[in-house]
């Protein structure tokens, strides 16, 4: 599978689940609001119980996007790190990738 192709199915699953979430989201001040009328301690204590969850997963999912870049960030570090301590082992491996793509794109020009 190609960088390409997982960025594209990463950013996919990454709208799914944020309509999702926000269809949660909709659905529970829809169920908040229609249940507005009714009266007693339980079901107030209810609303706000769910009125505070709500506010904290609010709260959660503002914070993915950094989370995310963190992670992307030191996995860039640990890469390049890994790379400097090992710069013949990459340079090898850069060398070889090389070599196979040319000879695969000099096997497929023949045909």
């Known amino acids: 599978m190609n960088r ?4 594209a199915e990463m ?3 990454r709208e799914r689940v ?3 979430f926000e269809e949660l989201l909709a659905g529970t001040e829809d169920l908040l609001r229609s249940t507005a009328s009714y009266t007693g301690s339980e079901i107030e204590a209810a609303r706000a119980r769910l009125r505070r969850q709500m506010a904290e997963a609010r709260e959660s999912a503002a914070e993915w996007p950094g989370v995310a870049r963190e ?41």
């Open 4 to 7: 390409k192709h997982q960025r």
């Open 11 to 13: 950013a996919l699953h």
């Open 18 to 20: 944020s309509d999702s």
């Open 71 to 111: 992670r992307a960030r030191r996995a860039s570090l640990y890469a390049d790190e890994y790379v400097h301590e090992h710069a013949w082992k990459s340079v090898g491996v850069a060398a070889l990738v090389g070599a196979l793509l040319g000879c695969f794109l000099m096997s497929g020009g023949r045909r």
